[in-house]
């Protein structure tokens, strides 16, 4: 199947059925999308599929076949400076242990690119999908208000 | 997982063979709970068919003046229709509360028909909206699709293409108790609507059904009677969640609280 | 760029930050080790009994994988770490649910499940002991005495008397369990693993694969959350891999799913708190007599230190003559219950401020009113007889949590219903009474060239800040930027033991020993014109010599010092159907010093969520000895959607014997919310639940019976 990863063309020969959770760490060695329930429920495994933010332990890569994925790796800007969204997580607390951050960043950024003016209440809707429980929330919060447009 | 074929059907009509003639195939759409089960082993399919990329099964249109919901649409494309919001506010409220975003972005009515969880969010609201499941080769009234705990009335190989909904039903109301606000599989999820009477409840019974005797009631108008007489029709349990006196308890508190006529929240 | 203002005190940029918001940071499962197979644990699925037969199915091609029994142990057919009573691998009795009994490794997933299947366990099952009050074997037991606490309460005005259970819980780290062991020449194996102590796995190594102190080398991989469920437990998993890995004769990665994660590790001990408390009318504290049942689970594990903290904390954060804590920890066949945050003191806690409350309805005043006159203030004893000498800030912490309260919400839908709650607590910072000095935890600091310098350390990052609060201590210390220190990894053949990262320890006792040394190294190189790097430093914890701890009679000074809270909560109850929502959350908390301000406060926001979890929705029912709640559908953490905006209000109390004041923080966040929240439910609605989770079903159940 042929796909856009991270604004780069991919093309693989793997079985249709696999997770495609399990084809970017293993097939494609981008470990920064994780694995913490297999279940669809904590969302540390989200990625992008053409700009939605979905649980990639639930894909079958065989259904990105002409899409485009973004994943952590693919959050950087050009040149590999950190985006406003990924500053703002470090210098706000937002990032404790780090194992959902991955996630939790691309389900902020799919809802700020769908909303760049959202409220406190509209950021928990866009994040409810994403487990946490180093920070409480508060500063996840705080990081991605702190990038409304 | 040992190797399960993976096929990718050129439109419905090829889905549907697919399914019929490759042995021990599953239908695959959005994958909110095919792919758990296939992960954990408590599936072993020998092929998925994937349903995800066909346009037919996608989109939500008007036809003849009903509602029609294609069976793959996601439920972020329900949230956000102004057709359904016109049409069946109950199913936009029902789809806000299943999961999050993500699950939004993958989950769909037809993958929820078919799994005919006693727990389906939406289900409720289709048997109070009268809606008909429309296969690839007949339509099926929602009330008569679900036939036992876990299964539904679809024969081999049938695939759901859309869901119908004949009648405008803006008076549906829906409400879903659950643990938690997002992502919590519902303990109690109730819609209803007094004109025409419809009491539709999941999670207390092994499949999402209409209380009858509770309708009855609520056709002569007498709300308390159709509470009381809510306890004949439904049949919860304890499990995991939750036990059958809450679940029965908050089934006849959130009716009559939905029932009531005095200004919604 | 170089800052040459202090970095203690200013929040600097987390020093792993921009590797965990880009996908660089390498957990355990992350780790590329080539010729690596997959191991998995079989476990036990009867709560008691010994093992009759295990039968491999001759169909299946046993050459494929490596099986390991117990027979297979090199050294003890032990987990190390208090008593030695739970074995690495069941080898006839069978104590609780999943406990293990074999492992596997397999080249890869599918034949390592298709081995699982091919293996078939018969056991003679035997009857159970899972009711607490049916237990015949007691882990531990203490007793507390100050006064007398007989005659008090006979002289008292008003005696009142209460019960409090209080519920298992999963610590919940969004990275599961896993270890990667890899065995190299000379016998030597190292493992990397998600975990909090590599000390404790490095020792539990040594003694189950019969290696010296050379030949096992743990290194911490960088970790996704522990919240103590990495402190002991670790060990196992470290063990099984190992056994796997020297059987093979290759790497093995034994990396946990969460439903196994769920269904076999360690949780909160379960238990039942009885207080009898008595006043004078005029509502002085005469007397506090206070029963503490614990259970343990079929292990012992750490179970006499969670006690012990337990008992500790039993009479809350209050001044009184007479008190008698009697505690006691017995086993059940369950699964081993162990360290989660707070390790005992939120249980008690949760009762000893949920009394005070229940004496305040008894008296009809304010319990707020009787918090201050009870609490603790400078010169009075504790439960054990410590006298606070400093830092004690019960009255400081009430005072600011007040004035931040939002004020009160007013319902206006009939069926819910608004209430707040109040909870004032402390915990004890560092390890209990001469636990520290037994540690004797160390830490060195190496000036490089360059310019720069390392610190050496075992403590680790889990999340909660220790390399970045590290590197400002030492860099202040040193009176240097902060660019130009690092932390080495966290390797056993690298760094010395600084004792384990638990307790509400690393910023007070190891921190200060970073300060310490750092001093010195900045010393001896001002004194030197050539130093002859790399020049280092050591530093060993040496009690003051102002603690007294007697471990028999349990008194004395049980903590170098006390951190302390006030929590106010605000709950809604929907009336029909008894969910509980927390629409706010504040808390003004004593720690000393914030190091790094925007650090503690995400160690108190996520704790008191971690609470508020447990006291609402968090709950674990059992089925025939095992837990139902065994995958993440089941088992509920607050979402995004169920958080409140979290308000924490730094209030700085300094403590001579912490680095610029510092005191512990990591668990005083989890005592607060729990008896606060069922403060705020009995003022929404006027029933007392006197346990938790209060889970939805109690409340209405406890509404329709009021």
């Known amino acids: ?149 | 997982m040992p190797e399960v074929t993976y096929l990718q059907p050129r439109d419905v009509a090829d889905a549907v063979r697919l399914c019929r003639d490759t042995p021990d195939a599953k239908p695959l759409a959005g994958g909110t709970d095919l792919m758990v089960m296939l992960h954990a082993g408590t599936v072993r399919p020998r092929a998925v068919v994937n349903l995800w990329s066909l346009s037919e099964l996608k989109g939500i249109r008007h036809v003849d003046g009903a509602l029609e919901i294609g069976a793959a649409e996601p439920y972020t494309g329900i949230i956000g229709s102004a057709l359904v919001g016109e049409h069946c506010p109950a199913l936009v409220a029902a789809s806000r509360t299943i999961g999050a975003a993500q699950i939004q972005n993958r989950g769909t009515l037809g993958g929820n028909l078919a799994n005919a969880s006693p727990a389906g969010d939406t289900l409720p609201v289709l048997l109070a909206a009268d809606a008909v499941v429309v296969t690839d080769r007949r339509a099926i009234p929602v009330a008569d699709f679900f036939w036992g705990y876990r299964k539904t009335a679809l024969g081999p190989g049938e695939l759901i293409v859309a869901v119908r909904f004949p009648a405008a039903a803006r008076g549906v109301r829906f409400r879903k108790v659950g643990t938690r606000a997002a992502q919590a599989i519902s303990k109690v999820v109730v819609a209803v609507s007094r004109e025409p009477a419809r009491v539709a409840l999941g999670s207390v019974a092994e499949v999402p059904l209409r209380a009858r005797s509770a309708e009855a009631a609520l056709r002569r108008g007498d709300v308390e009677g159709a509470v009381a007489a809510l306890a004949s029709d439904i049949r919860p349990i304890d499990d995991v969640r939750s036990t059958a006196e809450y679940r029965m308890t908050v089934a006849q508190n959130v009716l009559r609280d939905l029932l009531d006529a005095s200004p919604r929240r | 760029m170089s800052d040459t203002s202090a970095a203690v005190g200013r929040p600097v940029l987390r020093r792993e930050g921009a590797d965990k918001v880009t996908g660089r940071a390498r957990y355990t499962d992350d780790l590329v080790v080539a010729g690596a197979w997959y191991g998995r644990t079989i476990r036990s699925r009867i709560p008691r009994g010994r093992i009759r037969s295990i039968t491999y199915d001759p169909a299946f091609d046993w050459a494929q994988v490596v099986v390991v029994t117990a027979q297979d142990i090199p050294g003890d057919n032990v987990v190390q770490l208090i008593r030695d009573d739970q074995p690495a691998l069941a080898a006839g009795d069978i104590r609780h649910r999943e406990e293990p009994i074999l492992l596997i490794a397999a080249p890869d997933r599918d034949t390592l499940a298709a081995a699982e299947r091919a293996i078939r366990i018969e056991y003679d099952a035997l009857e159970p002991v899972f009711d607490l009050s049916l237990a015949t074997e007691t882990y531990s037991t203490i007793e507390i005495s100050k006064g007398d606490v007989d005659a008090a309460l006979r002289g008292a005005d008003d005696v009142v008397e209460r019960t409090f259970k209080v519920g298992l819980q999963e610590q919940l780290y969004i990275e599961p369990q896993g270890a990667i062991a890899i065995p190299e020449e000379g016998g030597r194996i190292k493992v990397i693993g998600s975990l909090q102590c590599p000390y404790y796995v490095h020792r539990a190594l040594k003694r189950a694969l019969a290696l010296n102190d050379e030949q096992a080398v743990v290194i911490q991989a960088e970790t996704g959350g522990g919240f103590g469920g990495k402190e002991e437990y670790p060990s196992i998993v470290a063990i099984h891999a190992a056994l796997l890995a020297c059987k093979a004769g290759r790497p093995v990665r034994l990396i946990y799913d969460r439903h196994e994660d769920l269904a076999a590790t360690t949780k909160r001990h379960p238990g039942v708190i009885r207080h009898r408390t008595g006043v004078r009318r005029d509502g002085t504290l005469v007397a506090q007599d206070i029963e503490i049942l614990l259970d343990g689970g079929a292990y012992c594990t750490l179970t006499p230190v969670v006690l012990s903290r337990a008992a500790i904390h039993a009479a809350g954060p209050y001044a009184c003559p007479n008190v008698r804590i009697r505690a006691r920890a017995v086993a059940t066949n369950t699964p081993p219950n162990g360290a989660f945050r707070g390790f005992g003191a939120p249980q008690a806690l949760f009762a000893a401020e949920l009394m005070v409350e229940h004496v305040a309805e008894r008296l009809g005043v304010p319990s707020l009113d009787l918090r201050k006159k009870w609490m603790l203030r400078i010169g009075d004893t504790t439960a054990t007889g410590q006298t606070l000498t400093e830092s004690v800030s019960a009255e400081m912490v009430i005072d600011a949590a007040l004035k931040a309260a939002p004020s009160a919400h007013l319902s206006n839908v009939p069926t819910v219903r608004h209430g707040r709650g109040l909870s004032l607590v402390f915990h004890g910072s560092g390890f209990t009474g001469s636990g520290e000095k037994k540690l004797g935890g160390k830490i060195a600091i190496e000036a490089l060239t360059g310019g720069t310098f390392t610190i050496l350390t075992a403590s680790t990052e889990i999340g909660q800040g220790t390399k970045t609060i590290f590197t400002q201590i030492a860099a202040d210390g040193l009176g240097v930027p902060i660019e130009r220190v690092t932390v080495a990894p966290q390797d056993t053949s690298l760094v010395p033991d600084s004792g384990p990262t638990v307790a509400s320890r690393t910023a007070m006792i190891v921190g200060g020993l970073i300060h310490e040394a750092a001093a010195e190294l900045r010393e001896r190189l001002a004194k030197s014109p050539k130093p002859t790097l790399p020049l280092r430093v050591d530093k060993s914890y040496v009690q003051p010599d102002t603690i007294h701890w007697d471990d028999q009679t349990y008194r004395g000074d049980a903590y170098p010092v006390y951190a302390w809270a006030c929590t106010i909560v605000d709950v809604a109850v929907d009336m029909l159907t008894g969910e509980v929502r927390v629409t706010d959350l504040v808390s003004a908390v004593d720690c000393g010093k914030a190091i790094h301000p925007v650090m503690a406060e995400g160690q108190i926001e996520g704790g008191m969520l971690q609470a508020v979890g447990w006291a609402t929705i968090e709950e674990i029912k059992m089925k025939d000895g095992g837990y139902q709640n065994d995958r993440l559908a089941t088992y509920l953490i607050p979402t995004a959607l169920d958080a409140p905006r979290i308000r924490t209000i730094l209030v700085e109390n300094p403590y001579s014997g912490g680095p610029f004041g510092a005191k512990g923080i990591g668990e005083l966040p989890m005592d607060g919310p729990a008896p606060a929240i069922i403060a705020a439910i009995h003022d929404a609605t006027g029933v007392w639940l006197d346990e938790v989770p209060a889970t939805p079903e109690k409340v209405l159940a406890a509404c329709a019976s009021s």
Do not use: W
Not at chain 1, 6 to 33: A, F, I, K, M, P
Not at chain 1, 94 to 117: D, F, K, S, V
């Open chain 1, 1 to 149: 199947m042929r796909f856009v990863l991270n604004g780069n063309g991919v093309s693989l020969d793997v079985s249709g059925s696999r997770r495609l959770l399990d084809v970017l760490r293993e097939d494609l060695r981008l470990t920064g999308t994780k694995e913490g329930c297999g279940e669809g429920e904590c969302g540390a495994c989200s990625v992008l599929i053409d700009g939605e933010v979905v649980n990639s332990c639930l894909v079958a890569v065989g259904q990105i076949d002409g899409c485009s994925v973004v994943t952590v790796e693919g959050l950087a800007l050009p040149g590999g400076k950190l985006s406003p969204l990924q500053q703002a997580f470090i210098e706000r607390g937002a990032a404790q242990c780090g194992i959902c951050t991955p996630g939790m960043l691309l389900a902020a950024h799919a809802l700020l690119e769908q909303n760049p003016r959202p409220s406190e209440d509209e950021v928990r809707v866009g994040l409810a999908g994403n487990l946490c429980r180093c920070t409480g929330y508060t500063k996840i919060f705080d990081a991605v208000l702190a990038c409304r447009r």
